[in-house]
């Protein structure tokens, strides 16, 4: 019974003030990241933000020092450790002045710990770095999500500075039903307005040219 009652106070902790604040923004990050693995939803959300972009999540988080990697990963981590710390906090502290700023400090953790852990993740985005984006047009990727759509889908691509590029991919038509996990596709063109390339199977025949029509065999 012990572990039922262990349980209980558990969950009385994040459903209250303080831990409460943080609580249900780690829900919603939760049932993304499932979704996301899952389904394929939330693409659009987890997408890099470009270098130089004026869009307010991407300037945001540059402004924070923590650009350079899809702005879905910061955002969790900071209500992820802000969750943490603020669970701490309303352990630590039980009553008075000081319990009202554990939100404030909670944040302030998750912002800090997240700035640390963002430094050896931008490694792994380089395309959010600095890499022109004609460069990958004509080459060959390796989709890593489990599916492309006209809405979501992720590749990696050869740099060619020797270093490999997640990238943001879209298809449309009946080939994009073939690009799963570890199929190779052609990137034939760039989208700036959504910031993706668009990509066909590498092996299927016939590709698309880079205006989006059938090439010549």
């Not at 902790?13 to 993304?32: G, K, M, R, S």
């Not at 490694?123 to 759509?149: M, N, Q, W």
């Not at 298809?171 to 990137?187: H, Q, V, W």
Request: charged share 15%; proline share 7%.
């Amino acid at each position: 019974m012990g572990g039922f009652a262990d349980f209980g106070d558990f969950a009385a902790t994040a459903l209250t003030y303080p831990a409460v604040v943080f609580t249900f923004p780690l829900a919603v990050v939760v049932i993304f990241w499932l979704f996301s693995l899952v389904f394929g939803i939330g693409g659009s959300v987890a997408d890099s933000p470009e270098p130089g972009s004026a869009g307010a999540v991407g300037g945001a988080l540059a402004a924070l020092g923590l650009g350079g990697v899809p702005a879905a990963v910061p955002v969790s981590l900071v209500i992820a450790l802000g969750w943490f710390a603020s669970m701490a906090g309303a352990e630590l502290i039980e009553s008075g002045p000081a319990r009202a700023l554990v939100p404030v400090g909670a944040l302030l953790v998750g912002w800090a710990g997240t700035w640390l852990l963002v430094l050896p993740l931008r490694k792994a985005f380089p395309a959010a770095s600095g890499l022109y984006h004609e460069d990958f047009v004509g080459k060959v990727c390796i989709v890593r999500t489990s599916r492309v759509t006209s809405g979501f889908g992720q590749a990696e691509v050869d740099a060619d500075d020797g270093g490999t590029a997640v990238i943001q991919v879209r298809a449309e038509g009946p080939e994009a039903a073939e690009l799963t996990s570890g199929r190779r596709a052609l990137i034939f063109a760039y989208e700036p307005d959504g910031a993706f390339f668009w990509v066909a199977p590498y092996d299927a025949g016939d590709l698309p040219d880079t205006d989006g029509n059938r090439a010549l065999p």
